[in-house]
């Protein structure tokens, strides 16, 4: 990530790509230990597919593809031994740039204030897809590129290093494409891998997006990618934008939500929300913070934490004796506009990657690209009878 | 007023509180108090009217609060007051002198009075919105020439709950300042007007083409007030509210502060009412 | 009848009047003057007169048993006190007294109704004009139940 986000990253063409086998990316993980990076990848446990230090690119969940629909995910075997031929687990990277616990400061008798250490080692994210690169981005701005950085994310982002793979394999739920942020992972990456399996064999287009990801992939065993290997990997990304699960419908949607205030649709969804904060958990672009006050019995030793919340949560928004978004219809509307509506006004772009977690761990299947579908159906009907 | 006002750095970790010692405690009603807070170290950069701390009792947590004293003294002092509402505002409010306290600020946007020098200035209070809105008279009357009219409208809900009583009555002596005072609820001695704060400001003759109004309180009273100064031609651009929502950062990155597209602590609380008049009328915003 | 001190349409309330609805209101005014503490009117009594005040506070008040007299609502310059008058049973529902010395424009409601059932497009006209400031009132009133400035910790 070392300046990648500064720097104008020039778009790789075939010159750069180079060709490693599976065994490429076992020397991969061990170049990034040895180089006292944490490897963060995906890993199968407790029938899911979630983000674990890996201690070798044998925790990788080789054969596992995923069976995800509202409310529905499932594991299952696939007929191959592809390491990325999956869509996206339960959690996202965000845990780890943005912990869902992490001390703020603590007071002692003496009333000095003493900021927490560090907790973050240096990180090296392997597989990130390019909805979650996106989100990462977006957590960049919502996090750390404003006029109060949260210092913990910032240090934790900064010496990021990203392996991101371009997705050829997209989920039942997912919508990166109507999204703009995949098949194909953006900018933002040391290094992008395309995940090439048949029967010939398991290999890996490689591309580097950084001078840190061009240092590191030089002690991997590689040779130049041809023009055709390149082709074809581009096509398999390609194929993948028109296998999307499903599409957030191409309206602006700032302007649908900003007019939908008082729609009638909040209440429908109400019926079926049960406002247990799943979706915001799941969500790598979710943010939000409560912070608690704690101390030992005997008062002397005040410590203050901050911890995950979700806007779902009743007294979010607490205030003079009750919360402001009481209601389920309130709290639901609150996070489908902030995401998709006022996020821009705030961030300066769609909080939603596309990565469809929000729909495969809802527990009654809410699928917020319906929803949208539903409020602009609603919205074109209104607009008719005015007419 | 601009959120440019919010964009200063104020420490390299915002989120850890300086200590500051209660020097004072000037109790204003029963359940309100004015604290003064001097720093137990370096102090923090200096509070602009509008502008608020956040405050934190170790322990017990932070409250977000408007500083409700006069340009910032050279001393670093810090004046707040604080209605004992919850938790963390009960335990500041009864911060005996000697507690310290953490603070951090300055955080959110100002009244930007410079703004409307020249002017008539209209500030509308409701209840402890005249907190907040205590800076604006101290600024206007520290350069009086600076400004042409001005006048205060302040509703309480009774007689005795009326914050900053012997200002007010100074203020109420002076030539220069038109005050009108009006409670909910009368009591026995009472002589004063008794109606909802939008009756004397119904009966003010204003210079549409001139006059600034300051408007903090409840939501439904700065609407009300907002309606019935446009209903006498003040223009919203001229038409100041300051916000309230729940705070736990003070930075905006907690999420909790969100009224649709602005942030209360970066883009607010102080906000024109042609950006908050939508936001304040859809329900459970 | 003397004209009013004060033109009338210098009042909030007629503001918008046309100069002919004007004139025949103004037929019937005239200029009064309260001392502090005088009894206007009380609760009960045959509702007559409606007042336009210039300057000086009046207090609406009721006697409620065990509390003595409660004041509900001060008026000032540019209020309108008293509309009883224009509805059965025509008999006030409230005492007022004026707070400080007190001028007002007195209209003769009894001849107000009588032109306004001569010529109902004008009483028609009166009527809209003076439920403008029932409807304030009324919004000002309701606001004050919402007893905004209480603390969350009050049993509500």
Same mark, same amino acid.
């Given at each position: 990530?070392?300046?990648?986000?500064l720097?104008?990253?020039?778009?790789?063409?075939?010159?750069?790509?180079?060709i490693f086998?599976?065994?490429g990316?076992?020397?991969?993980v061990?170049?990034?230990?040895?180089?006292?990076?944490?490897?963060?990848?995906?890993?199968?446990?407790?029938?899911?597919i979630v983000?674990?230090?890996l201690?070798?690119?044998a925790g990788?969940?080789a054969?596992w593809g995923?069976?995800t629909?509202?409310?529905?995910?499932?594991?299952?075997?696939?007929?191959?031994a592809?390491?990325?031929a999956n869509s996206a687990?339960p959690?996202?990277w965000?845990?780890?740039?943005?912990?869902?616990r992490?001390?703020?400061?603590s007071?002692?008798?003496?009333?000095?204030?003493?900021?927490?250490?560090?907790?973050?080692?240096?990180?090296?994210?392997?597989?990130?897809?390019?909805?979650?690169?996106?989100?990462i981005?977006?957590l960049g701005?919502v996090?750390?590129r404003?006029?109060?950085p949260?210092?913990?994310?910032t240090?934790?982002?900064q010496g990021?290093?990203?392996?991101?793979?371009?997705c050829?394999?997209?989920?039942?739920?997912?919508?990166?494409?109507?999204?703009?942020?995949?098949p194909?992972?953006g900018p933002g990456?040391d290094l992008?891998?395309?995940?090439?399996i048949?029967?010939?064999?398991?290999?890996?287009?490689?591309?580097t997006?950084?001078?840190?990801g061009?240092?590191l992939?030089?002690?991997?065993?590689?040779?130049p990618?041809s023009a055709g290997?390149v082709?074809?990997?581009?096509t398999?990304?390609d194929?993948?934008?028109?296998r999307?699960?499903?599409?957030?419908?191409?309206v602006?949607?700032?302007?649908?939500?900003?007019?939908?205030m008082e729609?009638?649709h909040?209440?429908?969804?109400?019926?079926?929300c049960?406002t247990c904060?799943?979706?915001?958990?799941?969500?790598?672009?979710c943010?939000?913070t409560?912070?608690?006050?704690v101390s030992d019995?005997?008062?002397?030793?005040?410590?203050?934490?901050?911890?995950?919340?979700?806007?779902?949560e009743?007294?979010?928004?607490?205030m003079?004796?009750?919360?402001?978004r009481?209601?389920?219809?309130?709290?639901?509307?609150?996070?489908?506009?902030?995401?998709?509506?006022?996020?821009h006004?705030?961030f300066g772009?769609?909080?939603c990657v596309?990565?469809?977690?929000c729909i495969?761990?809802?527990?009654v299947?809410?699928d917020i690209t319906?929803?949208a579908a539903?409020?602009a159906?609603?919205a074109?009907?209104?607009?008719?009878?005015?007419e | 007023?601009?959120?440019?006002?919010s964009?200063?750095?104020?420490?390299?970790?915002p989120?850890?509180?300086?200590?500051?010692?209660?020097?004072s405690r000037?109790?204003?009603?029963?359940d309100?108090?004015t604290?003064?807070?001097?720093?137990?170290?370096?102090?923090?950069?200096p509070?602009?009217?509008?502008?608020?701390a956040?405050l934190?009792v170790?322990?017990?947590g932070?409250?977000?609060?408007?500083?409700?004293?006069?340009p910032?003294?050279?001393d670093g002092?810090?004046?707040?007051?604080v209605r004992?509402v919850?938790?963390v505002?009960?335990?500041?409010h009864?911060?005996?002198?000697g507690?310290?306290?953490?603070a951090?600020?300055?955080?959110?946007?100002t009244w930007?009075?410079?703004?409307?020098?020249g002017?008539?200035?209209?500030?509308?209070?409701g209840?402890?919105g005249l907190?907040?809105l205590?800076?604006v008279?101290?600024?206007?009357l520290a350069?009086?020439?600076?400004?042409?009219?001005?006048?205060?409208?302040a509703g309480?809900r009774?007689?005795a709950?009326f914050?900053f009583?012997?200002?007010?009555?100074a203020w109420?002596g002076r030539?220069d300042i038109?005050v009108?005072?009006?409670?909910?609820?009368?009591?026995?001695?009472?002589?004063?007007?008794?109606?909802?704060?939008?009756?004397?400001l119904?009966r003010?003759?204003?210079?549409?083409?001139?006059?600034?109004?300051?408007l903090?309180?409840?939501d439904?009273?700065?609407?009300?007030?907002?309606?019935?100064?446009?209903?006498?031609?003040?223009?919203?651009?001229?038409?100041r509210?300051?916000?309230?929502r729940?705070m736990?950062?003070?930075?905006g990155?907690?999420?909790?502060c969100?009224?649709?597209?602005?942030?209360?602590?970066?883009d607010g609380p102080?906000?024109?009412?042609?950006?908050a008049?939508?936001?304040?009328?859809?329900?459970?915003? | 009848?003397?004209?009013?001190?004060r033109p009338?349409? +210098?009042?909030p309330?007629?503001?918008?009047?046309?100069? +002919?609805?004007l004139?025949?209101?103004?037929s019937?005014a005239?200029t009064?003057?309260?001392a502090?503490?005088?009894?206007?009117?009380?609760e009960?009594?045959?509702?007559q007169?409606?007042?336009?005040?210039?300057d000086?506070?009046v207090?609406l008040?009721m006697?409620?048993?065990g509390?003595g007299?409660?004041?509900?609502?001060?008026?000032?310059?540019?209020?309108?006190?008293?509309w009883?008058?224009?509805v059965?049973?025509?008999?006030?529902?409230?005492? +007022?007294?004026?707070v400080l010395?007190?001028?007002?424009?007195?209209l003769?409601?009894?001849?107000?109704? +009588?032109?306004?059932e001569q010529?109902?497009r004008f009483g028609?006209?009166?009527?809209?004009?003076?439920f403008?400031?029932v409807?304030?009132r009324l919004?000002?009133t309701?606001a004050?139940?919402?007893?905004?400035?209480?603390?969350?910790n009050?049993q509500?």
């Open positions: 990530m070392h300046a990648v986000w720097a104008t990253v020039t778009a790789p063409g075939a010159a750069d790509a180079v086998g599976r065994e990316l076992d020397r991969l061990e170049v990034l230990i040895a180089d006292d990076y944490q490897v963060i990848g995906p890993t199968v446990r407790d029938s899911a983000l674990d230090k201690d070798s690119a990788l969940p054969g995923v069976d629909a509202p409310g529905r995910y499932r594991l299952r075997q696939r007929e191959d592809a390491v990325f687990g959690q996202s965000k845990q780890f740039l943005h912990p869902p992490r001390q703020l400061w007071a002692g008798p003496d009333g000095e204030f003493r900021p927490a250490g560090p907790v973050s080692p240096r990180y090296a994210f392997l597989g990130v897809r390019g909805c979650d690169l996106a989100a981005g977006i701005r996090l750390g404003v006029a109060h949260d210092g913990s994310f240090r934790a982002w990021l290093f990203v392996v991101a793979v371009n050829t394999e997209p989920g039942g739920v997912c919508f990166c494409a109507s999204m703009g942020t995949g194909a992972a990456y992008a891998l395309t995940e090439q048949d029967a010939s064999g398991h290999w890996f287009v490689a591309e997006g950084s001078e840190e061009a240092r992939l030089a002690e991997i065993p590689c040779r990618a290997e082709a074809s990997a581009r398999d990304v194929a993948a934008a028109h999307m699960g499903r599409e957030m419908p191409a602006d949607l700032r302007a649908l939500i900003q007019d939908s729609s009638p909040w209440e429908d969804v109400a019926n079926r049960l904060a799943n979706c915001t958990m799941v969500c790598p672009t943010f939000c409560t912070t608690e006050d019995l005997t008062g002397e030793h005040a410590g203050r934490w901050q911890r995950w919340a979700s806007c779902f009743p007294d979010f928004s607490y003079h004796g009750g919360g402001v009481q209601s389920g219809a309130s709290r639901y509307r609150q996070w489908f506009s902030h995401k998709l509506g006022t996020w006004d705030q772009s769609s909080g596309g990565c469809g977690r495969a761990w809802c527990p299947g809410i319906a929803e539903r409020l159906e609603l074109q009907q209104a607009q008719e009878e005015r | 007023m601009t959120s440019a006002d964009m200063t750095v104020t420490a390299a970790e989120m850890l509180p300086v200590p500051y010692r209660v020097t000037i109790a204003e009603t029963r309100s108090v604290l003064r807070l001097e720093p137990a170290r370096e102090p923090l950069p509070f602009r009217p509008g502008q608020f956040m934190a170790p322990a017990i932070e409250a977000a609060i408007s500083v409700s004293g006069g910032a003294s050279r002092a810090l004046v707040h007051t004992a919850g938790k505002s009960r335990a500041l009864d911060a005996p002198v507690t310290v306290l953490g951090r600020g300055p955080f959110g946007t930007d009075l410079p703004s409307a020098a002017r008539d200035e209209v500030i509308v209070a209840g402890v907190a907040p205590r800076p008279m101290l600024g206007v350069e009086r020439g600076g400004y042409r009219r001005v006048l205060l409208v309480a009774t007689p709950e914050l009583r012997g200002e007010l009555d109420s030539a038109e009108e005072l009006t409670v909910d609820q009368p009591a026995a001695g009472w002589d004063g007007p008794v109606g909802f704060v939008t009756e004397p119904a003010l003759s204003l210079d549409p083409e001139c006059t600034t109004a300051f903090c309180g409840p439904p009273m700065m609407r009300f007030s907002a309606q019935m100064l446009l209903r006498k031609g003040i223009p919203p651009g001229d038409i509210l300051s916000l309230e729940n736990q950062c003070g930075i990155l907690c999420g909790h969100q009224l649709g597209p602005i942030l209360v602590c970066r102080v906000v024109g009412y042609a950006l008049e939508p936001l304040l009328t859809i329900r459970e915003l | 009848m003397t004209g009013a001190a009338l349409a +210098a009042f309330v007629f503001a918008q009047l046309p100069e +002919a609805e004139e025949l209101i103004s019937t005239r009064v003057r309260f502090a503490r005088q009894r206007l009117f009380s009960g009594h045959p509702a007169g409606c007042w336009l005040i210039e000086g506070r207090a008040d006697a409620v048993p509390r007299q409660v004041v509900l609502q001060t008026l000032g310059p540019g209020d309108v006190l008293g009883s008058w224009l059965p049973p025509y008999r006030w529902h409230y005492g +007022a007294t004026s010395p007190t001028t007002a424009t007195e003769d409601t009894e001849r107000l109704r +009588a032109l306004a010529d109902p028609y006209t009166l009527v809209l004009t003076l403008e400031s409807l304030q919004q000002a309701r004050r139940l919402l007893d905004l400035y209480g603390s969350p009050d509500r």
